[in-house]
């Protein structure tokens, strides 16, 4: 089976930097994958890792490290509205997405 | 281009009865996966359709059950409701399998209470 560890909870500054970090455990791993839900909202796909290292895309940064089966997500110059649960998901074999338990972060004044 | 559309979007039930959820995917998009999310436990895989097919099937009962139309809409439907069904029900689609890239477009959900 597949199985995903990611922290349940964050709380950061605004304008700081957090880090989400997620590992897994799976066979055939295509990608690790991550989204962003707030709270009575859809969750929303935010990136994609299928090899190895960052990605960038804005304040969001992603990494992957298939030899370690772990991957963060960076995110930079916190505002409020980040304040969401974040999950990760594996990609793998034949089998649909498998996703986290998910990450609440919170961003304080 | 629309997203992806959830129907109803609340509904209340009492236990033994039965209700039906329906999805509009993106349009062009194959592959609908629907997902059960309950406080805390994240997102639960409850089936992929692709091409009418159903392709996977996750750790639920029979009395889950879904389909898919030849418009790529689907539907699940669950029976003889019990307390423990109270839940988000987020349907997802995407041009192909779900697995395969990694990126699913969800809609915003049916939230089904049981009393």
């Known amino acids: 089976g597949q199985s995903l560890e990611q922290p349940s909870e964050v709380t950061a500054v605004e304008g700081a930097i957090v880090q989400i970090n997620c590992t897994y455990q799976?066979?055939?791993?295509?990608?690790l994958s991550w989204y962003q839900q707030h709270d009575g909202g859809a969750p929303t796909f935010l990136s994609y890792?299928?090899?190895?290292g960052l990605e960038e895309t804005g304040r969001f940064s992603s990494f992957l490290s298939r030899s370690d089966s772990y991957g963060y997500l960076l995110l930079q110059e916190l505002q409020m509205k980040d304040s969401a649960s974040y999950f990760c998901a594996v990609a793998a074999g034949n089998t649909p997405l498998v996703f986290g338990k998910g990450t609440r972060l919170s961003v304080i004044a | 281009k629309a997203g992806v559309t959830q129907t109803p979007r609340y509904l209340i039930k009492t236990r033994g009865q039965q209700v039906t959820l329906s999805c509009s995917p993106i349009?062009?998009?194959?592959?609908v996966s629907w997902y059960q999310q309950t406080p805390g436990q994240g997102l639960q895989f409850l089936f992929e359709y692709f091409s009418e097919t159903q392709r996977n099937k996750g750790n639920f009962p029979g009395r889950f059950s879904g389909r898919q139309f030849s418009n790529s809409r689907s539907e699940m439907n669950v029976s003889t409701l019990e307390l423990g069904d109270s839940a988000l029900y987020l349907c997802?689609?995407?041009?192909?399998?779900?697995?395969?890239?990694?990126?699913?477009?969800f809609g915003e959900g049916s939230r089904l209470t049981v009393l």
């Open positions: 349009s062009g998009h194959r592959s």
């Open positions: 997802a689609s995407s041009l192909g399998l779900a697995g395969g890239a990694g990126e699913l477009f």
């Open positions: 890792n299928a090899l190895d």
């Open positions: 799976t066979s055939g791993f295509y990608g």
